[in-house]
Nanobody, 119 residues
Framework: QVQLVESGGGLVQAGGSLRLSCAAS?????MGWFRQAPGKEREFVAA????????VYADSVKGRLTISRDNAKNTVYLQMNSLKPEDTAVYYC???????????????WGQGTQVTVSS
């Protein structure tokens, strides 16, 4: 059983930056970030394999958000720059056997951290 704990969320003005972290209680393979805005379904943001090569991103965040990981610390990060009000959501990290954009591909989930971007 792997436990995931997110941190780093908060309130930021449009154009600002935040860095989310997700600490895992054990070794994980592929890691992903998803987000869920009020009244909307959870959507894919970014994912990264164990090696860290070729991360994948949702089109809506390409060029603004960057996923990375530190395997020695069992931690994955999401650097968020040039934030927009539409980025407002609860952000969840997830762990699974392979990189994917579907929630069904991940076995473990964190509790989420709120990101609010004001205009």
């Amino acid at each position: 059983q792997v436990q995931l704990v997110e941190s780093g969320g908060g309130l930021v003005q449009a154009g600002g930056s935040l860095r989310l972290s997700c600490a895992a209680s054990g070794r994980t393979f592929s890691m992903g970030w998803f987000r869920q805005a009020p009244g909307k379904e959870r959507e894919f943001v970014a994912a990264i394999s164990w090696s860290g090569f070729n991360p994948v991103y949702a089109d809506s965040v390409k060029g603004r958000l960057t996923i990375s990981r530190d395997n020695a610390k069992n931690t994955v990060y999401l650097q968020m720059n040039s934030l927009k009000p539409e980025d407002t959501a609860v952000y969840y990290c997830a762990a699974g056997p392979r990189v994917g954009a579907s929630t069904s591909e991940y076995n473990y989930w964190g509790q989420g951290t709120q990101v609010t971007v004001s205009s």
